[in-house]
C-alpha cells in the first residue's frame, strides 16, 4: 500500500494565522489545499514534510469577486471555476481548461491555486520510491541526474497545468501574500522553466487570488491533448485569446502553450503575426507554425515525442480558428 | 502520535482513535472495518475508492478525515436501507453492471451522488460523471444503464413521496 508518511496536520482558522505557522516551522511545514496534487507525491515520497498547513478552510481564499474584471480566489475548486456562469460566458478557455483537469471527483477536490502551482511532471520522477530508488533517483528529488537527458544542467519535468498556459492567454495577474509583503505579480513572470524551480514565489509565499482583466469582446479558447477523454493531464496545452473589431481585423491576440517545458510559453511572435489583419486559414496556419517553433518537447511524457511536436501547431491552429470564429 | 477524530459515516457516530496522518480510505478500511470503498491506484486516478462527502463524490485516498470531521459521510455500505437494495443495486444486479466488481462502490458512490443531483440525466451526462471511475473489464455499456435505469426509477420514487 501507498500510505502518506508521518506528519502534523494544522489547521489554521485566517491566512495570518497559516504565515505565522510557516514562519514558525519553515522548510519543515508545506502549504496544502486540495491535496490532490501534493498527497500522491508525498505517498511518492517525494515530499515528506512534518508539518502540512491546511488552507482548506479559510474562507478569504474561497472568495469570487466579480468588479473590473474578475477576481478568484485561489481556493475556489477546479469544479466550480469550470461551472460558473459568468467565467463560461467572458473567459470562456478558463472554464474549458478546469473542467477538463482530471476526474469529477478530482476536480471538486482540486482548487484552481493549486492547478496553477501544480508540480511539474515527468516519466522518471512520478514514480514510487522503490521505482527510483533501482534507476539511481533524479535531480528533481534525491538524485542528481537527469535521466531525460543525462547532460542537462537542470531538470526537464514538464509544466503540466492545464489553467496556466490560459492564465498567460488572458493576462492574469497573481497576487501572492508572504510573511513581508504583498504583491502581484503578472503570470507570464510567475513561471520559469526550470523543472525543480518552477514558480517565482518565495517558500512563504502563498498565491491567493487571481485576477483578470475586463474581456468583454474577447473570445477564448483552450484545447487540451492527452490519450483518454479524462483524468490524463495535459501532453499538451494551447491557450488562445482574441479580440476582433466589427470588420473581423484581428486588434489583440494572446496565444499560449502548456506542457511543452517546465513553464507554460507566451507565444508572441506568433500573435503579432495576426494584428491588424482579418485572418483566414493561411494566417492561422502562419501563426500555428510559429507557435510550434518554442515546443522543444522532450521524451517524458506520455504519448511518442516526434507526434507531440507535430501537434502543437495543430493544436494552436485549431484553437486560433475557434477563438476567431466564434 | 494518535489522535481522536470524530466521523459520521452512514449517519452513525464513531470516535476513532488513530493516526492523523491516515487517509479517509484507511480510516474507513482498517479503523471502521467498512471494506466495502476499495483502495485501487491510492493516487486520484482510478475513483474506485470514491465515497459521498456532503452531497459530493470524493476521493478518500486523498481525504484527510481531520478534514471530514462534521461532514456526513456516505459509503457503499450506507446504500441498502432496511434490507432493502438500493435502486442502483437493484439495476446493477437486473443488468448485469458488474464484472469482477472491484470498481462498483466506487462506481454506486459516483452515480449515487449524480441520480440524487440530476433529474434530467442521459447516457452522455452520465459517462461524464463516472468519467472518474475506470473499470479494468471495460463493462462500461452496461453500468451506464444501469444508471439510467436506476435514476428513472428514482424520479418516480421521489415524485410519488412528494406527490
Known amino acids: ?326 | 502520535m494518535k489522535k481522536l477524530i470524530n466521523l459520521t459515516v452512514n449517519n452513525e457516530h464513531h470516535e476513532v482513535w488513530t493516526s492523523p496522518h491516515k487517509t479517509l480510505l484507511e480510516v474507513l478500511r482498517e479503523d471502521l472495518q467498512l471494506t466495502g470503498t476499495k483502495h485501487g491506484c491510492e493516487l486520484g486516478e482510478c475513483g474506485a475508492c470514491t465515497v459521498i462527502i456532503d452531497g459530493e463524490p470524493l476521493l478518500s485516498c486523498l481525504v484527510l478525515p481531520s478534514e471530514v470531521e462534521g461532514c456526513q459521510i456516505e459509503t457503499v455500505e450506507g446504500l441498502a436501507q432496511h434490507g432493502k437494495p438500493h435502486p442502483l443495486q437493484k439495476s446493477f444486479v437486473e443488468l448485469g453492471a458488474a464484472q469482477c466488481g472491484y470498481c462498483t462502490p466506487g462506481m454506486l458512490m459516483s452515480a449515487k451522488a449524480l441520480i440524487e443531483s440530476e433529474d434530467d440525466l442521459d447516457p452522455q451526462k452520465i459517462r461524464e460523471a463516472l468519467s472518474g471511475n475506470l473499470c479494468r473489464c471495460t463493462g462500461y455499456a452496461k453500468i451506464i444503464e444501469a444508471v439510467e435505469k436506476a435514476s428513472l426509477e428514482h424520479q418516480s420514487t421521489t415524485e410519488t413521496s412528494h406527490g
Request: positive net charge; contains cysteine.
Open chain 1, 1 to 326: 500500500m501507498l500510505r502518506l508518511p508521518p506528519f502534523e496536520l494544522l489547521q489554521p482558522a485566517t491566512l495570518a494565522e497559516a504565515l505565522e505557522l510557516k514562519k514558525q516551522h519553515g522548510e519543515d511545514a508545506m502549504y496544502t489545499s486540495g491535496g490532490t496534487d501534493l498527497y500522491p507525491n508525498m505517498k511518492r515520497r517525494q515530499f515528506e514534510p512534518h508539518f502540512l498547513i491546511a488552507l482548506k478552510g479559510i474562507e478569504e481564499l474561497s472568495r469570487i469577486e466579480i468588479k473590473n474584471g474578475i477576481r478568484i480566489g485561489a481556493g475556489v475548486s477546479l469544479d466550480k471555476v469550470a461551472n460558473h456562469p459568468f467565467i463560461q460566458e467572458h473567459y470562456t478557455a478558463l472554464s474549458t481548461a478546469a473542467g477538463l483537469v482530471s476526474s469529477p471527483q478530482l476536480r471538486k477536490m482540486g482548487t484552481l491555486g493549486g492547478n496553477l502551482c501544480v508540480d511539474t511532471r515527468c516519466t522518471y520522477y512520478n514514480q514510487n520510491y522503490p521505482w527510483r530508488k533501482s534507476l539511481g533517483f533524479c535531480m528533481k528529488k534525491d538524485g542528481d541526474i537527469c535521466w531525460v537527458a543525462r547532460s542537462s544542467p537542470k531538470c526537464l519535468a514538464v509544466s503540466s497545468s492545464d489553467c496556466a498556459p490560459v492564465m498567460l492567454a488572458l493576462e492574469a495577474d497573481f497576487i501572492l501574500l508572504g510573511n513581508e509583503d504583498q504583491r502581484t505579480i503578472k503570470a507570464e513572470e510567475f513561471y520559469q522553466d526550470d523543472g525543480i524551480h518552477y514558480l517565482r514565489k518565495k517558500p512563504d509565499e502563498v498565491l491567493i487570488s487571481i485576477s483578470l482583466p475586463e474581456k468583454s469582446g474577447w473570445n477564448s479558447v483552450y484545447k487540451k491533448l492527452r490519450r483518454r477523454g479524462t483524468i490524463d493531464f495535459p501532453v499538451l496545452g494551447a491557450a488562445v485569446s482574441v479580440r476582433l473589431d466589427e470588420d473581423g481585423i484581428c486588434q489583440d491576440a494572446r496565444l499560449a502553450l502548456g506542457a511543452v517545458s517546465s513553464a507554460p510559453v507566451l507565444a508572441s511572435k506568433a500573435s503579432e503575426k495576426l494584428l491588424g489583419k482579418k485572418p483566414d486559414s493561411d494566417l492561422i496556419q502562419a501563426a500555428a507554425y510559429e507557435a510550434s517553433k518554442l515546443a522543444k518537447p522532450m521524451d517524458n511524457t506520455d504519448m511518442n515525442l516526434g507526434y507531440r511536436k507535430k501537434m502543437v501547431s495543430v493544436f494552436a491552429s485549431r484553437a486560433l480558428s475557434e477563438a476567431i470564429a466564434s
